[in-house]
């Protein structure tokens, strides 16, 4: 019954949200009360885990929220991104951004977290998408989606590859070998399916995209600041390499890739720690953004973005929290004990067989949990005990874990709500986009692991 009310839960939540046009807020408050109630979690055990989920989302990205928005809107408002897109388009093509970025994620930024890399390229998406044509901005967000979650599950140092890695007992070695591969490759094969899919009408910009007013009012600037041509601002952008425009980018992503290495290579110490950590990298981040504007455009300009940035964050704080709200009510439940005696089943079954359970128990729980790093250790730590009676090697069924575990990204999770804030998208539009991709994602890559099965 578990399983039934968490499907009834996220049903709700998703059909207030859609067909009665409910705030997300209201409706995944409801869908928690709903599934707490109904799973005998109790009237006070469910509100607590309502205010501790809201609370520990809250603790683990509020402040990389709110900083990476920040520097978001003065990048924004220095031309930086459009400057970056003017780049890229020169030097590989519109029709080649989408896979530029989902190969760039998927391979150089896994070792920064999922929420800081939506945060740090949903800007450059937004900008690039201007480039591509009508449907550049549900294409350029699915291969943000997809980049960000094929390098998260497979490559190494991603957060979930390296969990799943160490709860199988399989070497990092082993699991870059496969993961290399299958990250990118999924990553792109998934931009080309879904460039495939948005070419009929599939995608409708009037009820699929909802670009925050903040968002609209800073695009409309630059619109504003590049169609009057005001020469002495623009020499004054380009007085500046795109180089150091970008530090405020590049400056914390240096840091925080610095300091997943040293860990990784056991090198870290409690100083490299503090430079590594998200949190003070992107201060850093915004502190040299904030310093640029004010010297290049002034007190009132910088005013003016931070802002614009102030009124995009509350929102964000806000649905994420109540995304992570639902979550926690989840794990409440007993449903990981459920899927555990559903895989104790399994036990000396074909290999394919094997394979096959493994991504689907992930794909269940990330479905239910909403987090793809919680359903994926959950899933390992469910296998883990039974792995020597299985007739697969370790890093196969590790591998069918990360690929199951990205499976549809739905709105119990809180990076949901962060990326149809910052891409400016509707419910349905980040259903269209980050749903689907990961969706496509998910069953992309799980014939290349059945592949693996053969030789590993």
């Not at 509707?426 to 799980?446: M, R």
């Amino acid at each position: 019954m578990v399983a039934l009310h968490t499907a009834i839960a996220i049903v709700l939540a998703i059909g207030l949200i859609i067909r009665v046009k409910v705030d997300p807020v209201i409706s995944l408050i409801l869908a928690s009360l709903y599934l707490g109630l109904a799973a005998g979690v109790g009237f006070a055990g469910t509100i607590e885990a309502i205010a501790a989920g809201f609370g520990e989302i809250m603790a683990e990205v509020g402040l990389l929220i709110g900083f990476g928005v920040l520097i978001g809107a003065l990048l924004h408002s220095s031309g930086a991104f459009h400057r970056l897109v003017d780049v890229l388009v020169r030097v590989v093509g519109a029709t080649r951004l989408p896979y530029t970025m989902s190969t760039l994620l998927s391979t150089v930024l896994p070792s920064i977290y999922v929420d800081v890399q939506v945060v740090l390229a949903a800007p450059v998406a937004r900008s690039a998408s201007g480039y591509i044509g009508r449907n550049g901005l549900p294409l350029m967000a699915s291969a943000l989606g997809a980049g960000i979650f094929c390098g998260y599950v497979f490559v190494i140092p991603g957060l979930a590859a390296i969990s799943i890695a160490g709860l199988l007992d399989v070497s990092l070695g082993t699991w870059l070998l496969f993961g290399i591969v299958i990250g990118p490759a999924t990553a792109i094969l998934t931009s080309l399916i879904m460039r495939v899919a948005l070419r009929g009408r599939y995608w409708k910009p009037e009820t699929d995209e909802e670009v925050d007013e903040a968002l609209a009012e800073q695009e409309a600037h630059e619109a504003a600041v590049a169609a009057a041509g005001d020469a002495s601002e623009n020499d004054r952008r380009r007085s500046l390499p795109l180089l150091v425009l970008l530090l405020p980018i590049l400056v914390p992503l240096v840091l925080i890739g610095f300091g997943a290495f040293a860990e990784l290579f056991d090198f870290s110490n409690s100083f490299i720690a503090f430079l590594g950590n998200a949190v003070f990298a992107l201060f850093v981040g915004l502190l040299i953004a904030y310093l640029m504007s004010r010297l290049r455009a002034g007190l009132e300009p910088t005013g003016e973005a931070m802002h614009e940035g102030f009124h995009t964050t509350g929102e964000i704080l806000l649905i994420t929290g109540v995304g992570g709200s639902l979550g926690a009510v989840i794990t409440e439940t007993s449903l990981d004990k459920v899927l555990a005696d559903l895989f104790q089943a399994d036990t000396g079954a074909p290999v394919i067989l094997s394979v096959l359970l493994a991504w689907f128990i992930a794909a269940l729980l990330h479905l239910a949990i909403g987090s793809v790093s919680v359903a994926a250790i959950t899933a390992a730590g469910i296998i883990a005990p039974i792995l020597g009676s299985l007739s697969v090697s370790p890093v196969v069924i590790g591998l069918a874990i990360a690929s199951g575990a990205m499976f549809a990204l739905q709105v119990n999770s809180n990076f949901f709500w962060m990326f149809k804030a910052l891409l400016g998208l509707s419910t349905k539009g980040t259903l269209k986009t980050l749903t689907a991709a990961t969706s496509i994602a998910s069953v992309v890559s799980l014939p290349m692991v059945v592949v693996v099965s053969f030789f590993a």
